[in-house]
């Protein structure tokens, strides 16, 4: 039985008397003749408290091997605790020791660590309990965000990891090759992919957005949920070069429904984890961030600011600070910005759209203005961009000129333009960077420990 299971059944009252546990020792204290160890099994933050009798059959076997880090198997029975600070313990009558952990080597020892150091053992990290609560909470969020779509009728899709377009047209992609690298095969200047696995250039996927957008016109509301890859060089504490996208894309909807819809779409999150995972919450609004609940409960009772880019232009030309990088009309936003709106001005989260088109990907629907695409951004307190998205460009002769403009060939998108070719209509949809989800949930400043094993510039580890 998990600890887990053990605490719901007392709050109901009705502890089952004999259970076994099986997890890891975190502590282990020797009196003169009873030890205790504290065992977790990873199902939630409370350690369960095992008492250990002289009286167990290897009582000196465990007692020795017992050591931080150790995997046991406890059954025995549960009793209200004389101790302070817990309710229950287990009183021991069988432990088997699975596997022992030498204390003069294990890196877990009963102290704080950095995040850093426990970066360093990616393999070990998970059994802490900062780093289970995120786990935990991450699991939270997925489950909760598939509860959202599938409540409203969204059909869950699956896009390819290995792709043939950059969605984003940022150049960003890793190539997917199985050439020997040591003998690239030329023709004249260029490598010759038809000796490639595919027969062409692939790349691993930014974006699973397109293909979606397919789904979209068959189904109407869609969404993905997976793994997507970006070269790009930020060695930043927001970005990853594996990370994980959710993509909702509605057929019939344009950037009103779609802003409606990331606003419920976080609100019903951040309702769901409150819910499903008070106490890691609370340990993470002890611990990590002391604003984690008041941000929770702020997303869940507030509407989002909205606003446009250019609104959002001359708020910051107004804001009575110096930005280190530069604020005007047709530049991209930073994060400075992004948090100065979404942190300090508005205290709340920010929706920004109609951004100016240059800076942003040609699939957006272009304004009537002639100079802004149907774009929007939700701009978080702490994080800045959590989510992008736009209302697609659904026409076909503006479509392919936008596609030309980014220096695009229409050919390379000869599927993408048929689908405003037969039965067109208009679309929208929006990417959350579930990482920054979760920080922005847990209050976890860095997005390398949101992921179990995470990828950046020059690290790849495990
Ligand atoms: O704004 P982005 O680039 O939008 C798209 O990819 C669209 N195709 C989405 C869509 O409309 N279907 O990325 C979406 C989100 C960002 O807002 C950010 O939260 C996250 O993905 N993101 C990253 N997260 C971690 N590491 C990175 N390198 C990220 N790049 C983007
Ligand atoms: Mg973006």
Same mark, same amino acid.
């Given at each position: 039985?998990?600890?887990?299971?053990?605490?719901?059944?007392?709050?109901?009252?009705?502890?089952?008397?004999?259970?076994?546990?099986?997890?890891?020792?975190?502590?282990?204290?020797?009196?003169?003749?009873?030890?205790?160890?504290?065992?977790?099994?990873?199902?939630?933050?409370? !350690?369960?408290?095992?008492?250990? !009798?002289?009286?167990?059959?290897?009582?000196?076997?465990?007692?020795?091997?017992?050591?931080?880090?150790?995997?046991? =198997?406890?059954?025995?029975?549960?009793?209200?605790?004389?101790?302070?600070?817990?309710?229950?313990?287990?009183? $021991?009558?069988?432990?088997?020791?699975?596997?022992?952990?030498?204390?003069?080597?294990?890196?877990?020892?009963?102290?704080?660590?950095?995040?850093?150091?426990?970066?360093?053992?990616?393999?070990?990290?998970?059994?802490?309990?900062?780093?289970?609560?995120?786990?935990?909470?991450?699991?939270?969020?997925?489950?909760?965000?598939?509860?959202?779509?599938?409540?409203?009728?969204?059909?869950?899709?699956?896009?390819?990891?290995?792709?043939?377009?950059?969605?984003?047209?940022?150049?960003?992609?890793?190539?997917?090759?199985?050439?020997?690298?040591?003998?690239?095969?030329?023709?004249?200047?260029?490598?010759?992919?038809?000796?490639?696995?595919?027969?062409?250039?692939?790349?691993?996927?930014?974006?699973?957005? +397109?293909?979606?957008?397919? #789904?979209?016109?068959?189904?109407?509301?869609?969404?993905?949920?997976?793994?997507?890859?970006?070269?790009?060089?930020?060695?930043?504490?927001?970005?990853?070069?594996?990370?994980?996208?959710?993509?909702?894309?509605?057929?019939?909807?344009?950037?009103?429904?779609?802003?409606?819809? $990331?606003?419920?779409?976080?609100?019903?999150?951040?309702?769901?984890?409150?819910?499903?995972?008070?106490?890691?919450? =609370?340990?993470?609004?002890?611990?990590?961030?002391?604003?984690?609940?008041?941000?929770?409960?702020?997303?869940?009772?507030?509407?989002?600011?909205?606003?446009?880019?250019? =609104?959002?232009?001359?708020?910051? =030309?107004?804001? !009575?600070?110096?930005?280190?990088?530069?604020?005007?009309?047709?530049?991209?936003?930073?994060?400075?910005?992004?948090?100065?709106?979404?942190?300090?001005?508005?205290?709340?989260?920010?929706?920004?759209?109609?951004?100016?088109?240059?800076?942003?990907?040609?699939?957006?629907?272009?304004?009537?203005?002639?100079?802004?695409?149907?774009?929007?951004?939700?701009?978080?307190?702490?994080?800045?961009?959590?989510?992008?998205?736009?209302?697609?460009?659904?026409?076909?002769?503006?479509?392919?000129?936008?596609?030309?403009? $980014?220096?695009?060939?229409?050919?390379?998108?000869?599927?993408?333009?048929?689908?405003?070719?037969?039965?067109?209509?208009?679309?929208?949809?929006?990417?959350?960077?579930?990482?920054?989800?979760?920080?922005? +949930?847990?209050? #976890?400043?860095?997005?390398?420990?949101?992921?179990?094993?995470?990828?950046?510039?020059?690290?790849?580890?495990?």
């Amino acid at each position: 039985m998990t600890t887990r299971r053990i605490a719901e059944l007392l709050r109901s009252g009705q502890p089952e008397e004999v259970v076994t546990v099986q997890g890891w020792v975190r502590t282990k204290r020797e009196l003169k003749d009873f030890a205790f160890a504290e065992v977790n099994d990873g199902s939630c933050l409370a !350690n369960l408290q095992v008492v250990i !009798n002289p009286d167990l059959q290897n009582y000196a076997e465990v007692a020795r091997k017992l050591n931080t880090g150790a995997s046991v =198997e406890v059954a025995g029975v549960l009793v209200p605790s004389l101790g302070r600070g817990q309710r229950i313990e287990l009183k $021991a009558q069988s432990i088997i020791v699975w596997g022992e952990a030498d204390p003069e080597t294990y890196p877990l020892q009963k102290k704080r660590h950095s995040f850093e150091f426990l970066r360093t053992i990616g393999h070990l990290r998970s059994r802490t309990n900062t780093l289970s609560a995120v786990f935990r909470v991450r699991n939270a969020c997925a489950n909760a965000i598939h509860q959202f779509f599938q409540q409203r009728g969204f059909l869950w899709i699956h896009t390819p990891i290995i792709t043939t377009s950059d969605c984003e047209g940022a150049g960003e992609l890793f190539n997917v090759t199985s050439l020997d690298l040591k003998q690239v095969p030329f023709t004249k200047e260029q490598v010759d992919y038809s000796k490639d696995f595919f027969g062409r250039p692939t790349y691993l996927t930014v974006s699973g957005q +397109m293909e979606a957008e397919i #789904m979209a016109m068959a189904f109407g509301n869609v969404y993905t949920f997976g793994p997507t890859f970006r070269a790009e060089n930020s060695n930043t504490s927001r970005h990853l070069a594996e990370f994980w996208m959710v993509e909702p894309e509605m057929a019939f909807c344009d950037l009103e429904g779609d802003m409606d819809l $990331a606003e419920a779409f976080l609100k019903h999150i951040f309702q769901t984890v409150l819910e499903s995972c008070p106490e890691d919450m =609370e340990f993470f609004n002890q611990r990590i961030d002391q604003s984690v609940l008041e941000t929770a409960h702020n997303i869940i009772d507030h509407q989002f600011e909205r606003l446009t880019y250019t =609104e959002a232009v001359a708020q910051l =030309e107004k804001a !009575n600070r110096r930005f280190e990088f530069p604020v005007q009309w047709g530049l991209d936003l930073q994060s400075e910005h992004e948090r100065y709106l979404a942190e300090e001005l508005f205290k709340k989260p920010v929706i920004v759209t109609n951004y100016p088109t240059e800076i942003k990907a040609f699939y957006m629907r272009l304004s009537e203005d002639g100079k802004t695409v149907r774009a929007m951004d939700v701009l978080a307190p702490k994080i800045g961009e959590i989510i992008g998205g736009s209302q697609r460009e659904e026409r076909l002769d503006i479509l392919e000129q936008r596609i030309r403009t $980014a220096g695009l060939d229409p050919k390379d998108y000869w599927w993408y333009l048929d689908l405003r070719r037969y039965g067109t209509v208009p679309h929208a949809g929006f990417g959350l960077g579930f990482e920054r989800l979760v920080q922005f +949930m847990t209050g #976890m400043s860095n997005i390398r420990d949101v992921i179990p094993f995470p990828r950046t510039p020059l690290s790849a580890e495990l």
